[in-house]
């Protein structure tokens, strides 16, 4: 419900804007996302199987070290 109601009033943001603002909005919003998917991808713990942060040495979960690679 919540989720909904969010993406409507976006929705109605964006038919009041024109076509250049538009764009640059969805060329942001591409950039944001090839900026966050391209750090790497999320480690696994081996023993409780947590998405880590690429960047992770520890497991958030469990506290196991995790492999280097
Ligand atoms: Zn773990």
Redesign the pocket.
């Known amino acids: 419900m919540c989720g909904m109601s969010v993406v409507s009033v976006v929705i109605a943001a964006a038919t009041s804007l024109d076509d250049r603002q538009l764009l640059f909005i969805t060329v942001v919003a591409v950039i944001v996302f090839l900026a966050t998917s391209t750090r790497g991808a999320p480690r696994r713990?081996r023993?409780?199987r947590?998405l880590n942060r690429p960047q992770a040495v520890f497991?958030a979960?469990?506290g196991?070290r995790l492999r280097s690679r």
């Open positions: 713990c023993r409780c947590e497991c979960q469990c196991v």
